[in-house]
């Protein structure tokens, strides 16, 4: 299991020292939520602090890019340095040519699917994928409740990625807790993302320890 905070619930004052922590922790990615207030009813990130990131850490730093029309803003978290993107199936028009476009530009590609959106959706892009984001609460803010029907979706998903033999990882995002995380991984989950969980205690470092613990 990969644990990917997420550092829309960290204190951006103290960014670094921040990712550092869950770095201690056992954290092995960064997770970076960009909202565009269109797509979400929130504004957070953008490229910039992909690089702040980058500067921070080793780490790989993985771009959510929940925004209306992703495709003019690909190269910019790509040179920024980020090495995952993810954008959504519900507002990326031609998915395939950003598909494409980030593998050309050596960032693993990815697809992330808000709770309703069918994973029917994915039937043709899976094969290009690196990973799928399953989101597992309503994108737009840290601090809430994972919806469990997500994780029949999920281990759903996980069984058309057998069957049809491709390496894809899924990761999951929103509302993951030590009290959850089992089932999480139990259903398929290969990377999770933590917000709250990471940061709220104000002891990132013991938190995604506690994490790891909790899954295994
Ligand atoms: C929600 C974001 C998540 C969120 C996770 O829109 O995509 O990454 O920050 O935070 P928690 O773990 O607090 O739900
Ligand atoms: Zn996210």
Redesign the pocket.
């Known amino acids: 299991m990969i644990v990917a905070p ?1 550092i ?2 960290a204190d951006l004052g103290r960014l670094a020292e921040e990712i550092r922590a869950v770095e201690r922790g056992g954290a092995s990615m960064i ?1 970076v ?1 960009v ?1 565009d207030g269109r797509f ?1 009813p ?1 504004i957070t990130f953008g490229p910039v602090i992909v690089r702040a990131c980058c500067r921070a850490t080793a780490l790989p730093v993985d771009a ?1 890019l ?1 925004v209306e029309d992703a495709e003019p803003y690909l190269d910019a978290f790509a040179d920024a340095g980020a090495s995952s993107i993810s954008v959504h199936v519900e507002s990326t028009r031609h998915l395939q040519r950003a598909i494409a476009h980030l593998r050309e530009r050596g960032v693993s590609p990815g697809v992330a699917l808000n709770p309703a959106t069918p994973l029917a959706t994915l039937e043709e892009i899976l094969p290009e994928l690196d990973y799928v984001l399953v ?1 597992s ?8 409740k ?1 919806l469990p029907p997500t994780l029949d979706k999920l281990r759903r998903l996980k069984h058309t990625v057998l069957a049809r033999g491709l390496s894809l990882k899924l990761q999951v ?5 030590p009290g959850n995380v089992k089932d999480v991984v139990g259903a398929g989950a290969d990377i999770v ?6 940061f ?1 205690a104000g002891d990132p470092e013991q938190a995604v320890r506690g994490l790891i613990e909790a899954a295994s």
């Open positions: 997420s829309l619930a997770h939520d909202m979400v929130n959510h929940m989101m609460v309503n994108p737009g803010f840290s601090y809430q994972l995002d929103g509302g993951i807790d993302v933590v917000g709250a969980a990471a709220a």
